[in-house]
């Protein structure tokens, strides 16, 4: 199911967006980078689609995750953005479903209870293993 969100802020390279997103009906803000292939963009061009103040939706998604670790002891389950203006995400969560080698499904508290994580590489993984990850948050846009 697709969210909705506010763009508050975006940066543009070529077809790669960084956008500052409020979510509809919540109060969650966050980072997250998309790609829009209809519109590529170079300084000092506009962007002309999905501009700060439109509303897009779609669904998240953790990728580009090369540093992760299980650890089922009991530890705050969430995530934290801690590069200003980047999607870079660390999260901790509770693995619910196992895709295939590279790629997990995960519960975040505050972000998804169904987030789909891609890793760079193999992983030894089980459903209900605690993790901690750091990657980039992703918006697969509609």
């Not at 009906?25 to 300084?43: A, G, I, P």
């Not at 700060?52 to 670790?69: A, M, R, W």
Request: aromatic share 8%; net charge negative; glycine share 6%.
């Amino acid at each position: 199911m697709d969210r909705r969100f506010l763009i508050s802020d975006i940066k543009s390279d070529g077809y790669d967006r960084v956008a500052y997103l409020e979510e509809q009906n919540s109060t969650l803000k966050l980072w997250v980078h998309f790609v829009q292939l209809d519109e590529y963009v170079e300084l000092p061009q506009d962007i002309n689609k999905n501009t700060k103040g439109s509303i897009i939706e779609g669904k998240f998604k953790i990728d580009l995750v090369v540093k992760y670790e299980v650890n089922n002891s009991n530890m705050d389950f969430g995530f934290d953005q801690p590069i200003i203006e980047s999607s870079h995400i660390s999260a901790q969560g509770i693995v619910t479903k196992i895709e295939d080698e590279c790629t997990i499904r995960c519960n975040i508290r505050g972000l998804s209870t169904d987030i789909v994580i891609e890793f760079e590489n193999d992983i030894v993984i089980d459903v209900g293993d605690r993790i901690q990850l750091e990657g980039s948050l992703e918006l697969e846009v509609e």
